[in-house]
């Protein structure tokens, strides 16, 4: 399942990754929080929508909205 930057308000065309808080490789739970992302108004720390094995493609930086900056397997 990949896992891509979202969407988090009407005008939002992109966020940077601020941090990861789950290491590459790591086992997480659906609804763990995996990263943060912060925008122009709010930082939000985004939720795995599933269990599973984490792979970071991208390193912390800005990203439009869409970019793929993990998996889960």
């Known amino acids: 399942m990949e896992l891509s ?3 988090l308000g009407v005008t ?6 601020a941090e990861w808080l ?3 490789g790591a ?4 609804g763990e929080a995996l ?3 912060e925008t122009d108004k709010t930082m939000t720390e985004i ?3 599933a269990a599973g094995v984490l792979t970071i493609k991208v390193e912390p930086g800005d ?11």
């Open 63 to 73: 990203y439009e909205v869409g970019t793929v900056v993990g998996e889960l397997n």
């Open 12 to 17: 939002m065309t992109e966020g940077t990754l």
């Open 22 to 24: 789950v290491a590459d």
């Open 5 to 7: 930057i979202p969407q």
């Open 35 to 37: 990263y943060v992302l």
């Open 27 to 30: 086992s997480v739970g659906a």
């Open 47 to 49: 939720e795995s929508p």
